[in-house]
C-alpha cells in the first residue's frame, strides 16, 4: 500500500470520528445558562430574531458572484505563456463580457438600489 492510500485512510478515518463524537456532544444535557443568550454579559436587550433586510442578502450574493469572477481573471498575466495566448485573451474577453453583462442586468433591474 503506498503512503496516498495510507493518508487517504487515515483522512477518512478521523474524520468519520470527529463527525460521530459532534452527533454524541450535543446530546449531553444542556442547563438553562447553555441555552439562554449572551452578549458581552449583559442580558439581551432585544429579540435575536430580528427582521433582516433582503437587500443585505442581496449585496451579498452579487458580491460573491462578482468577487468569483473577478478571482477567475487573476492568472491572466501569466496567460501569454500558454501555447496559444490568442484563445486565453478570448476567454478573458468573454468572461470580462459576461461580467459586464451580469452588471448591466442587476443595474437595470434595480438590484443596485440601495433606497428607493
Not at 6 to 18: H, P, V, Y
Not at 25 to 32: G, R
Not at 47 to 67: E, G, K, N, Q
Request: charged fraction near 10%; proline fraction near 7%; aromatic fraction near 12%.
Amino acid at each position: 500500500m503506498n503512503l496516498v492510500m495510507i493518508i487517504i485512510i487515515i483522512a477518512t478515518l478521523l474524520s468519520t470520528i470527529l463527525a460521530i463524537v459532534s452527533f454524541w456532544l450535543p446530546q449531553m444535557t444542556p442547563d438553562h445558562e447553555k441555552l439562554s443568550p449572551y452578549e458581552c454579559g449583559f442580558d439581551p436587550l432585544g429579540t435575536a430574531r430580528l427582521p433582516f433586510s433582503l437587500r443585505f442578502f442581496l449585496v451579498a450574493i452579487l458580491f460573491l458572484l462578482f468577487d468569483l469572477e473577478i478571482a477567475l481573471l487573476l492568472p491572466l498575466p501569466w496567460g501569454d505563456q500558454l501555447t496559444s495566448p490568442l484563445l486565453t485573451f478570448i476567454w478573458a474577453t468573454a468572461v470580462l463580457a459576461l461580467l459586464t453583462l451580469g452588471l448591466i442586468y442587476e443595474w437595470l433591474q434595480g438590484g443596485l438600489e440601495w433606497a428607493e
